[in-house]
């Protein structure tokens, strides 16, 4: 399984930058899809993440600002973050839960993978 994640970059404080991730591979099931972040001296901490039905949990610091998105049919997420300001500066990484096959499925056995990470820098 492979996570293609874009849409990084610099902004200015206040800009908006929307990210995005594509899982590809032998999946059977996405169980979870999600954007963490981490900055320099931090530890990797959740961003958003959002349940095959559509169910979302965000981290306090950027409800109201990110809304995360899936698409369930081309196993993709998207998290469109707004109001950027200089404590948002992280690499973020996209995230995936996942049943492998269907064997895993019935199992209850989930898979954890992790995109390679995308630069957000936000500057005045």
């Known amino acids: 399984v492979q996570l293609q994640a874009s849409g990084g970059g610099w902004v200015q404080t206040g800009g908006s930058l929307r990210l995005s991730c594509a899982a590809s591979?032998?999946?059977?099931?996405?169980?979870?899809m999600g954007w963490y972040r981490q900055s320099p001296g931090n530890q990797r901490e959740l961003v958003a993440v959002i349940t095959s039905a559509g169910g979302t949990n965000y981290a306090d610091s950027v409800k109201g600002r990110f809304t995360i998105s899936r698409d369930n049919a081309k196993n993709t997420v998207e998290l469109q973050m707004n109001s950027l300001n200089a404590e948002d500066t992280a690499v973020y990484y996209c995230?995936?839960?996942?049943?492998?096959?269907?064997?895993?499925?019935?199992?209850?056995?989930?898979?954890?993978?992790w995109g390679k990470g995308t630069q957000v820098t936000v500057s005045s």
């Open positions: 995230n995936v839960g996942a049943n492998v096959d269907k064997q895993a499925w019935k199992d209850g056995r989930a898979t954890t993978y």
């Open positions: 591979g032998s999946i059977f099931r996405i169980i979870v």
